[in-house]
């Protein structure tokens, strides 16, 4: 493919600063999604709010990014790619200050909406202007060093928003993106390149409608079905129903209309088609090891919050190891380097299904370790296969799809593993408990038992807790099953991509 026309007309100064400016910018937004993941207990009690309510602010979050996501290639069109994402760098920075000053549980909802939806153009922007500001021959470089964002976005928001939580209080969580957003945004007005917008660009308001609702039904769905106990709820019923026809509609009509919302077209393409599905598998594998080991760590093994967000942030250092290393593994066939990045973490789905309780601190540092180093390989050959071969006016437009995609994966599989975890738990409580009785042999032997006793009620409490953790245990080891399910079904979908065009003759 040939170079887009701004690798050829911008200075390498010039670059630099562009892709210091997006990447500043994107890790900002990405820090926002998961950030309030450690500030949930003191928002509840600070706000005056229920479980059920506080869980809100991160549902009406994931739900605004995922509509406002697929707008970004419109929005671009019809104003240019500079003036969005100064605007939207500017208003989610402003959100996330209003965020910190929200004294009611209607005011953080309301901010975290928009902080959600007007920072969702940001990342594919920010990506897509970072491939077009460089050679494709250096594509694999700035990618890597652009997608650190996806990486350690998600991880810093938990750990240094966790640790000022603790120490001043959970408003400075948000506090403390203000200042790096606002330096962000005048990064972008110094240096990012001057765009013609396109004019009066029609919006396909059915398109983008049916697409919204399909979208937020889903979010719904997955955000909410764990609680509502799934297909036994009227609510799921109905959203899952309604998130069919929207998906439908919108189906039917991007085919059939001259100029819809989003180019369905653009999937003929052998490598981005087969790049959405392993994005979405790639968002389902990055984030749920984040989302499930804290809850494993601090309700059932005993650990302090301090050494869980240690070991949340040794997955970024595993990232910054796996993106340095995609300076050498990015010479060969990138079929090569996504195989290697979901190998290893079908290795670290592994490790995770044969740990116990008693688990330790070294050997999850590690761990995480190994993941950021998997999910640091993958993202660079992954997004140099999948934007390789379309031309440079459709990236906007189709780097959008891609962060959905990876967006809407990342909600799917945190959904289904806690459910998975929720029902293993449950299933095999029950079970373990059936042999607690007074007529199983077995329990009269010393050795089985050690200090356990059944002859006294505080005896039985305590016997009653530790099977608990037990069943527990085996639920997180089947949902780490999952995750290396995905993984392993990955690399079968990465061998289905064409690799690089043999050279002529």
């Known amino acids: 493919m040939a170079d887009p026309p701004d690798a050829l007309e911008l200075p390498v100064l010039r670059r630099v600063l562009i892709l210091a400016a997006a990447v500043l910018g994107s890790t900002l937004y990405a820090t926002t999604l998961l950030v309030a993941s450690t500030l949930l207990p003191q928002m509840q009690g600070s706000l005056a709010a229920t479980p059920d309510e506080i869980a809100w602010t991160t549902t009406f979050n994931i739900l ?26 500017i208003g989610s920075t402003l959100a996330t200050w209003m965020c910190g000053q929200a004294e009611t549980l209607e005011a953080m909802v309301l901010w975290r909406v928009l902080q959600g939806g007007l920072g969702a153009p940001m990342v594919p922007l920010a990506n897509a202007i970072v491939l077009d500001s460089f050679p494709r021959r250096q594509a694999g470089l700035v990618s890597s060093i652009f997608g650190m964002t996806v990486v350690l976005g998600p991880v810093i928001g938990p750990v240094f928003g966790g640790m000022l939580a603790e120490a001043y209080g959970w408003r400075w969580a948000f506090y403390m993106i203000v200042p790096a957003g606002a330096v962000a945004a005048f990064a972008q007005w110094l240096v990012l390149p001057r765009d013609r917008p396109g004019g009066r660009v029609p919006l396909d308001w059915t ?60 999937l003929l393409d052998r490598n981005y088609a087969l790049g959405l599905v392993l994005v979405t598998i790639y968002g389902m594998v990055n984030f749920t090891p984040i989302v499930l080991l804290p809850g494993l760590l601090q309700s059932h093994a005993g650990y302090p919050d301090s050494i869980i967000g240690e070991i949340v942030g040794y997955r970024g250092l595993g990232g910054v190891v796996g993106f340095g290393s995609t300076l050498l593994i990015g010479r060969f066939d990138p079929r090569i380097g996504m195989s290697l990045g979901f190998g290893l973490l079908v290795v670290s789905g592994l490790w995770l299904m044969s740990l116990d309780l008693n688990v330790g601190t070294g050997v999850l540092l590690a761990n995480s370790v190994l993941q950021g180093v998997a999910v640091g390989i993958i993202w660079v050959p992954l997004t140099v296969l999948t934007f390789r071969t379309l031309p440079p006016g459709a990236t906007a437009e189709a780097m959008s799809v ?19 975890i929720i029902r293993s738990q449950a299933m095999n409580y029950g079970r373990m408990t059936e042999l607690l009785s007074p007529y199983n042999e077995a329990l009269s032997a010393p050795q089985v038992m050690g200090g356990w006793t059944l002859e006294t009620l505080q005896g039985l409490a305590r016997l009653s807790r530790e099977i608990d953790r037990q069943a527990a245990m085996i639920g997180y080891a089947n949902a780490f099953g999952l995750y290396m399910a995905a993984s392993a079904a990955a690399i079968g979908v990465v061998l289905l991509a064409r690799g690089r065009p043999r050279p002529a003759g």
């Open 402 to 420: 891609f962060h959905l995609l990876r967006n809407l994966g990342s909600s799917l599989f945190i959904a289904v593993s806690v459910t998975e």
């Open 64 to 89: 605004a990014t995922a509509i406002a996501t697929p707008m970004s290639g419109f929005l671009a069109a019809r104003f240019g790619r500079r003036r969005v994402m100064l605007a939207s760098t």
């Open 207 to 266: 398109g983008f409608l049916a697409l919204a609702t399909c979208i937020a039904c889903l979010q719904l769905v997955f955000s909410r079905g764990q609680r509502l106990d799934w297909f036994e709820s009227a609510e799921i019923v109905i959203e899952v129903l309604l998130a069919l026809l929207a998906f439908w509609i919108f189906l039917a009509h991007s085919l059939t209309a001259p100029r819809p919302f989003l180019n369905l077209r653009l």
